[in-house]
């Protein structure tokens, strides 16, 4: 059994989440300190949820499907696997009818585009 720090680790090192400070600064360069802890503080807060939720509902399916240990380690090994050959070997459609980014992300690698979704303010 992994630990709390073994599961931060881990965690960190797969999100990036330093990826993710760029373009939520850049995005909320113009708010106030206020509205910028409340957007900090809900985005917080969902993530808790979505994680913990996330947690719950894959280990009870795992329970219930009875997958065991060393098939979600191998499972896991060959995502890994191939996350990191996404990164060091990028996707290049080699058809013609691959060159848009929504065909080329279908047809192989997924965008490792970070940039969130544009927030607006009322």
């Known amino acids: 059994m992994i630990g709390p720090g073994e599961i931060f680790t881990l965690f960190f090192v797969t999100l990036g989440p330093l990826k993710v400070l760029g373009p939520f600064t850049l995005q909320t360069?113009?708010?106030?300190?206020?509205?910028?802890?409340?957007?900090a503080l809900r985005v917080f807060v969902l993530s808790l949820i979505a994680l913990a939720m996330g947690g719950w509902i894959g280990r009870s399916?795992?329970?219930?499907w009875h997958i065991s240990t060393p098939a979600l380690?191998?499972?896991t090994g060959i995502i890994f696997f191939l996350v990191a050959l996404c990164v060091v070997l990028p996707f290049r459609p080699t058809t013609a009818r691959a060159t848009t980014p929504s065909a080329?992300?279908?047809?192989?690698c997924a965008s490792t585009s970070t940039r969130p979704p544009r927030m607006t303010t009322t």
Do not use: C, T
């Open 104 to 108: 080329a992300r279908s047809a192989g």
């Open 29 to 39: 360069r113009g708010l106030e300190s206020a509205a910028l802890r409340g957007i």
């Open 73 to 75: 380690l191998i499972a």
């Open 61 to 64: 399916l795992v329970h219930q």
